[in-house]
């Protein structure tokens, strides 16, 4: 587009693809399957650069993202508390209940989970290297609006651990769609 503004980047060609079956575990099986038979078409198209799996535990991504998600509410309690104390019941309930225990969420807390970030962007970016890592997108269907809430708290879980890695490393995630294909 005319007078669209040029963003500057810097080459990047990855050389690997990088499955993490720990977290493709996460997903509901039929997103397991429509994301595994798109990969292994992918993959054997040459649309991507080589697949390889790689071995990273579920307690590790499980570890990785309870840290993150301290260090997320702890900032968000940071930047919105004062004001949620001004404006009690503002909030729905399953929001308010998250709040809440942000509100707990110790300095110290905050930073444990933060040196374990750290020190997971780094495994990350040193690992992943000139590779890139592709997940599904999401565990499945979102769940319905009157779900019980333990289905409602097992799905916002995966989706977390599932979506907690791009932003431990910084990097930008790219969803694609893929459609089941007929049987």
Do not use: K
């Given at each position: 587009?005319?007078?669209?503004?040029?963003?500057?980047?810097?080459?990047?060609?990855?050389?690997?693809?990088?499955?993490?079956?720990?977290?493709?575990?996460?997903?509901?099986?039929?997103?397991?399957?429509?994301?595994?038979?798109?990969?292994?078409?992918?993959?054997?198209?040459?649309?991507?650069?080589?697949?390889?799996?790689?071995?990273?535990?579920?307690?590790?991504?499980?570890?990785?993202?309870?840290?993150?998600?301290?260090?997320?509410?702890?900032?968000a309690w940071q930047a919105h508390?004062?004001?949620?104390?001004?404006?009690?019941?503002?909030?729905?309930?399953?929001?308010?209940?998250?709040?809440?225990?942000?509100?707990?969420?110790?300095?110290?807390?905050?930073?444990?989970?933060?040196?374990?970030?750290?020190?997971?962007?780094?495994?990350?970016?040193?690992?992943?290297?000139?590779?890139?890592?592709?997940?599904?997108?999401?565990?499945?269907?979102?769940?319905?609006?009157?779900?019980?809430?333990?289905?409602?708290?097992?799905?916002?879980?995966?989706?977390?651990?599932?979506?907690?890695?791009?932003?431990?490393?910084?990097?930008?995630?790219?969803?694609?769609?893929?459609?089941?294909?007929?049987?």
């Open positions: 587009t005319a007078g669209a503004p040029v963003i500057a980047t810097p080459a990047w060609d990855p050389r690997r693809t990088v499955r993490l079956p720990a977290v493709e575990a996460l997903a509901s099986a039929d997103v397991h399957a429509t994301f595994g038979g798109w990969l292994s078409r992918a993959d054997a198209s040459g649309a991507l650069p080589r697949v390889e799996a790689d071995g990273l535990r579920a307690e590790t991504v499980q570890q990785w993202c309870a840290a993150f998600r301290a260090v997320q509410a702890w900032e508390g004062p004001w949620l104390r001004e404006h009690p019941g503002s909030l729905g309930a399953d929001v308010a209940e998250r709040f809440a225990i942000a509100a707990g969420v110790s300095d110290e807390s905050a930073a444990a989970g933060r040196r374990i970030v750290r020190a997971a962007r780094d495994q990350l970016t040193r690992w992943l290297g000139d590779g890139v890592i592709v997940i599904p997108t999401a565990p499945g269907a979102a769940p319905l609006r009157d779900a019980p809430a333990a289905a409602v708290q097992a799905a916002r879980a995966a989706t977390m651990q599932m979506t907690c890695l791009a932003s431990i490393v910084g990097a930008p995630a790219v969803s694609i769609p893929v459609l089941r294909s007929a049987d």
